[in-house]
């Protein structure tokens, strides 16, 4: 066990819980939401998977959530590479603030997979056009809030460019205490 410099609780052993937030909606479109597909594939690629440090998640969303995948189902990264390229293109409205709380409420929880002693990470995959800016707005800080107990980090990235395949950060809040013990 490794001990952070500075904290005699927190541990670098602990692993990481990932949840991706992928929006679907009509402003998207089939192309783009193919390019987040190809992104995702290539970016757990370069995740510790099949270890057992780091588990995924993933929530795709439009009007409503649409397809989950929960941290305790896939144990390979070539199994969530297929699982991701599955992911078909549904269109229409952008609810993202009802994907935060679906992460919240469903993904974080222990029954799907959650770790207490894990570190949670959530990454919005989002153009920007939530059907409800205020109510996203107020779900970043409550998911934040809602993980108090373990280091919570929320990203939110928005407007992917085609040609480069970079995101653009958008907004990060993030929560650490000293109560996440290995």
Not at 21 to 38: E, M, Q
Not at 43 to 61: D, E, Q
Not at 137 to 160: D, M
């Amino acid at each position: 066990m490794n001990v952070v410099p500075g904290s005699q609780q927190r541990t670098t052993d602990c692993g990481t819980d990932v949840i991706f937030v992928l929006d679907d909606s009509g402003s998207i479109g089939s192309t783009n939401f193919t390019l987040a597909k190809s992104f995702l594939s290539r970016l757990v690629a370069m995740l510790n998977i099949s270890s057992g440090r780091t588990r995924v998640g993933l929530v795709k969303y439009s009007t409503a959530v649409n397809a989950r995948i929960y941290l305790s189902s896939y144990s390979s990264v070539s199994s969530l590479q297929a699982a991701i390229s599955a992911l078909t293109y549904t269109g229409g409205g952008t609810k993202t603030d009802m994907a935060l709380a679906d992460v919240r409420t469903r993904m974080l929880t222990s029954a799907t997979g959650d770790r207490s002693n894990a570190a949670n990470v959530v990454v919005v995959l989002t153009d920007g056009n939530s059907a409800s800016h205020n109510s996203t707005q107020v779900s970043t800080p409550v998911l934040v809030y809602y993980g108090s107990n373990k280091h919570v980090c929320v990203f939110t990235a928005v407007k992917w460019n085609v040609m480069s395949g970079k995101l653009i950060l958008l907004f990060m809040s993030s929560r650490q205490t000293s109560r996440t013990r290995c």
